[in-house]
Each structure stands twice: as C-alpha cells, then as structure tokens.
C-alpha cells in the first residue's frame, strides 16, 4: 500500500474495524497490525475515546514493538489528557523505538461523554481549543529551553520536556473534521485536515486538500468487487437504526453530512457506497470496485494533491491482499 508521485510519498493508515465483542476488539488490533506491516502500509490508527476498549498509546507501543517500520497514528483529544502528557509519550515513543508518532486530533465524542466530563464548550470553541493543544505539544517537543505559553485554554510557566526531538522525528499532526472550524484550526498550526471522500470522488477535492478517509473493496473484476461487498456488509436494519440514534447524540458536520446523504440516497458517481456508515458498519464511505478501478480512484487522489489516505478496509487478510493489488495498479498509473 506504497504511492510515490513527483518524488512525494504518499502515507497510508488502516484502522482496526468496528467492533463491540471485548475479546474480539484486540484480536483486530493485533491483526490490523500484522496485515498492514506485511501490506506495505505506513500505519495504523488507533481510536481513543469513553466507548475504547484499550487505550491507544498501548496499542501503539504493542505496533512499535511487533513490526521494523509501521508507526501509529493515534487519536488525541484534548478532553483525555494535558498536552505535556503526549508530548512526553511522544518524546518517549522516539527515544525508545526511533521513529515518528502521527498525532489524529479530534474534538467531537458523544456529546453525553462530553456532558460526563463536564465539558461545556461548543463545536467552535473545541477546535480553537485543539489548536492551542497543538502549539502547546509543538513547542515542547522542539525546544531545548523551558516553554512559557499564554492561551485561552492552556497557560503554561517555565515549563520543560526534556530532552528535545530532532526535525525527523517530530510528530504530523492530523484534524479530522469537515467544518470550517476544523479548516482554520488546521491551517493554524500547519496541520493535515482530513475529509472523508465525497459522492464526486476527486472532483470533490479542495484546492489545498492533502488527506481523506475512505473504506475500499477490491476485486480482479468489479462484479466479484460488488458480491464480496455485499457479503461483508449485507442490510443491517438494527445497525441503521443504531446508526440513527447515534446522530443525536453528535454535533460533527461530517456525520451529519453523511447521514444525511446516506437517507436520501444521493446520486453519486459509480463505485461510491454508504450502506457501511448508514449501517453502523464504518465511520466513513466505501469505494467499490476492481482493483483496476480502484487503482484509478487512488491515482486521482493523488493526483488532486492527496498525500495521506486513512483506509477502512474489512478485517480478513485477503481484503490487505486485494488493496495491495489496487494500490500497485494506482502506481502503474502515477508512473
């Protein structure tokens, strides 16, 4: 799951699937890891949140220690822990295994978690929050002298992490989110922000776009692609109505988008699938397609300005295997 286009790598992260069964949740953790290492992948991301069943700087550590060259890209929202606390697991993750952390920040949960922890802030004021929460990780980790910051939400005097990363091994920092709130707060801090694939496919990319998020399903031919698809996520009637309460417990503008596409059945181009989101299946649409196909969706990406894709893809090592097969033919076609 390697792309280069113009001499610019491309990064890739899969993510362990949905899962409520507590025994099964590990298992597909230790199996993303194993598959995406052995797939080419650059990473996995690793969820955080009241509804995780294991914490993701555990994971993470267990990803260091099982593979040579995947890194993790963990969820990190301000409501879990003080910015010095990342930086120093950071900082700690670099000393101990020598390679990079990729840091997902994320404001939104369910808003009955953030009512649990008292958190009154509104959608806007998260994301100037998880801005500040950035500037505070970046200048800790970079600097060889205590760090003094005055913000709305985060105040610091005199304080240091020692010892400083070097340039290499300094954190990226992601932003999931759709709204022009989670816009500003990436472009404040020179961050990633990452959007889910619309109905367009790559006519849908913004000018200045670098990441998406999407699920695939690859085949040698596009009816296999389909019939498989079908089988791994058939009608779920009890997920979509799972999927539906879940909309009112949320105030994030993707999902809403999403839910919304997803009921009135929006026209979009071939290959493009929500019945995964609408069911409970996945946080994101799926693609469709064969690998061919797929290779060509991949391809535009990148071609659009996409250097870091977030891949859902079923948990069976032959969905890793038919990615893989995808992603070869999108690099035929960047070549």
């Known amino acids: 799951m390697q792309l280069r286009y113009q001499d610019h790598p491309v990064t890739t992260f899969t993510i362990s699937p949905r899962t409520r069964e507590?025994?099964?949740?590990?298992?597909?953790?230790?199996?993303?890891?194993?598959?995406?290492a052995a797939h080419g992948a650059t990473g996995i991301l690793l969820f955080e949140g009241n509804d995780t069943y294991i914490s993701p700087w555990v994971a993470a550590q267990v990803a260091f220690e099982r593979t040579t060259a995947l890194v993790p890209l963990i969820a990190v929202n301000p409501i879990y822990?003080?910015?010095?606390?990342?930086?120093?697991?950071?900082?700690?993750?670099?000393?101990?295994?020598?390679?990079?952390?990729?840091?997902?920040?994320?404001?939104?949960?369910?808003?009955?978690?953030?009512?649990?922890?008292?958190?009154?802030?509104?959608?806007?004021?998260?994301?100037?929050?998880?801005?500040?929460?950035?500037?505070?990780?970046?200048?800790?980790?970079?600097?060889?002298?205590?760090?003094?910051?005055?913000?709305?939400?985060?105040?610091?005097?005199?304080?240091q992490l020692e010892p400083g990363l070097p340039s290499e091994l300094q954190p990226e920092f992601f932003f999931a989110g759709a709204s022009e709130a989670a816009a500003r707060s990436a472009a404040l801090v020179d961050g990633t922000l990452m959007t889910m694939l619309g109905p367009e496919l790559a006519a849908s990319l913004a000018p200045?776009?670098?990441?998406?998020?999407?699920?695939?399903?690859?085949?040698?031919?596009?009816?296999?692609?389909?019939?498989?698809?079908?089988?791994?996520?058939?009608?779920?009637?009890?997920?979509?109505?799972?999927?539906?309460l879940?909309?009112?417990?949320?105030?994030?503008?993707?999902?809403?988008?999403?839910?919304?596409?997803?009921q009135l059945g929006e026209s979009a181009q071939p290959g493009y699938w929500l019945r995964p989101f609408r069911d409970f299946k996945a946080d994101c649409p799926y693609f469709v397609g064969s690998h061919e196909e797929v290779g060509a969706l991949l391809a535009a990406l990148v071609r659009g300005g996409i250097r870091h894709i977030i891949l859902d893809i079923p948990c069976a090592e032959e969905e890793f295997a038919n990615v893989e097969r995808a992603f070869r033919c999108a690099q035929e076609m960047l070549d």
């Open 81 to 159: 822990a003080h910015p010095f606390q990342v930086a120093k697991l950071v900082s700690s993750y670099a000393q101990v295994y020598r390679r990079r952390t990729y840091l997902n920040m994320i404001t939104g949960t369910a808003l009955s978690y953030l009512q649990a922890f008292n958190d009154e802030l509104d959608h806007e004021q998260r994301y100037a929050r998880v801005g500040e929460y950035v500037q505070v990780i970046r200048a800790l980790l970079a600097s060889d002298a205590p760090v003094s910051f005055s913000g709305h939400y985060y105040q610091l005097r005199e304080m």
């Open 208 to 244: 200045a776009q670098r990441g998406i998020h999407l699920g695939l399903v690859a085949r040698r031919r596009g009816s296999d692609a389909w019939a498989s698809a079908e089988r791994l996520f058939p009608e779920d009637r009890r997920g979509a109505r799972v999927q539906e």
């Open 22 to 36: 507590v025994q099964a949740y590990w298992r597909n953790i230790e199996q993303c890891i194993a598959w995406s």
């Open 246 to 262: 879940t909309m009112k417990n949320t105030d994030s503008v993707w999902k809403q988008r999403m839910f919304k596409a997803a």
